[in-house]
């Protein structure tokens, strides 16, 4: 079974802090995501990166920046956190297949309060 | 915006069938159909996905429409632990991005 897995479930930080969520999936995924899901908007694509030191933008990158140094791991950083980037985030995987048909896989979300 | 309908809830009794439909009737001819499910405070879980023929797993059962308008996830004996939201997802290739609508609220019920 594909693995992805979230250094947190839950993370209390403050405004102004850097903050860093770390996702790593053990099954040799080329493509890994960032999403937060919020409630009445659904989840919005904030990065994605499909090779390592790849990366691209998503829908919301706007105070986000990330990280892909190794394959099997992808960083979301908070520049400087604010109380709207308060949010569950959601890191996904997947392989890159013929005609990209290749599902996600997700993580159980890391929910990140910003006082 | 999704380009799916689903209802916003259904209800379905322990160990009998629970069929989720969904509508998406401006899916293209590279689109395919995804289906996933998300459990409170946990994230979506996929289930399966198609292109235009029927698909089955070991969790459940696609059946998509000769016309490919419309889907239905079939999990054929529904327990107590099935009960979450149900996502039906369109996505083309050439595009990476995943857009939930609101969902099927299923409750399984005992």
């Known amino acids: 079974d594909v693995k992805v897995t979230q250094s947190s479930r839950y993370l209390v930080k403050r405004t102004g802090e850097k903050v860093f969520l770390e996702c790593v999936q053990d099954m040799d995924h080329e493509n890994m995501f960032w999403y937060r899901q919020d409630p009445g908007l659904g989840l919005r694509l904030i990065y994605f990166s499909y090779d390592v030191k790849m990366k691209e933008k998503g829908d919301i990158p706007e105070g986000y920046s990330v990280s892909r140094e190794k394959k099997e791991r992808f960083s979301l950083i908070l520049e400087s956190a604010s109380t709207n980037q308060t949010s569950m985030y959601l890191c996904?995987?997947?392989?890159?297949?013929?005609?990209?048909?290749?599902?996600?896989?997700f993580g159980d979300g890391t929910r990140l309060s910003i006082l | 915006d999704a380009k799916t309908t689903q209802p916003t809830s259904m209800d379905c009794a322990e160990g009998r069938a629970a069929n989720l439909p969904c509508n998406h009737s401006t899916i293209s001819g590279n689109e395919y159909v995804y289906w996933y499910r998300q459990i409170h405070s946990q994230g979506p879980q996929y289930i399966i996905h198609?292109?235009?023929n029927n698909e089955t797993n070991e969790m459940a059962s696609l059946i998509i429409t000769e016309d490919r308008k419309s889907s239905t996830l079939i999990l054929p004996h529904a327990t107590l632990r099935d009960t979450a939201v149900y996502y039906c997802?369109?996505?083309?290739?050439?595009?990476?991005?995943?857009?939930f609508g609101t969902g099927t609220r299923l409750k399984v019920l005992a």
């Open positions: 996904a995987s997947s392989a890159q297949g013929a005609g990209d048909n290749q599902p996600q896989h």
């Open positions: 997802i369109v996505r083309g290739s050439g595009t990476y991005k995943y857009i």
């Open positions: 198609g292109l235009k």
